[in-house]
């Protein structure tokens, strides 16, 4: 239900705001979310037993502390992250992932899973998990708030729009609900929002604006936008050859985790490429 959804929202986005008072409450919280949203990739993809789901969150968590210790002290592993697991997996979701989507949809073709999708789903966490750290450690939360605030305009234009207007779906194939209408509108939710963005000193609109330029700045958009739609749709995908339709049912109207931070996946180390910093 659409109140549900709403709620939801309204609670996570207020959890989200209080743990920016405190970073090492935000470690934590973040550092439980990616381990949730880990299991429900693994769940998706390579088991149906649940019993392995403990097992999972303690193992990730483990390590995403221990990598944030590392960060902390400033480790030789985190320079391994930054200048050689976060750009592999740019270059994944941008030159396997990508096309791979693009070639489902043009060719219709039914999807099989494949098992390099559960060894990836390890560094695509860790890499959007580790981008977001960093990005709060360097600018703050309202940095991080507005990071994420792209996805969410993608998210809620392609939703109402769609949903208003409708049209041809040319991906019914991986995920029949969503409309042409809803995809072009959820790349204009992404321009808009960074455009605002660049009214806002320590936002990260405004910090690609003062990198590069307006114009480059929203080429960039409507970039960040249609990847975000890629990250959704790879879910998407996975749901399908599941035979399932949410991740998950921790987010009362929302589904799972992966469900929300779908599109955060790969826009988060995508981000921090993009800010060179």
Sequence with gaps: MLINRILTSIMLVL????????????????????????????????????????????ISILLMFYIFYCFEKNNILVPLIYNFVIPLVVLIWLFIITPYILYIIISKKKYKLNLFWSFFALPACVSAWFSIIYFYQQFGGFFIVTLFSVVWSVDILAYFIGKLFGGYNITYNISPNKTISGYISGILGSIICIYIHTFFNGSFGFFLFEKYSLKITLIIAVFLGFISIIGDLFESLLKRCKDCKDSGKLLPGHGGIYDRLDSILPIAPIAIILCGV
């Excluded at 470690?27 to 998706?44: C, D, K, V």
């Design 15 to 58: 959890v989200l705001l209080i743990s920016f008072k405190n970073y090492y409450f935000f470690a934590i919280l973040l550092t439980l979310t990616f381990s949730l949203l880990l299991i429900e990739w693994l769940s998706l993809t390579i088991y149906n037993n649940h019993n392995y789901d403990i097992h999972i969150f303690i």
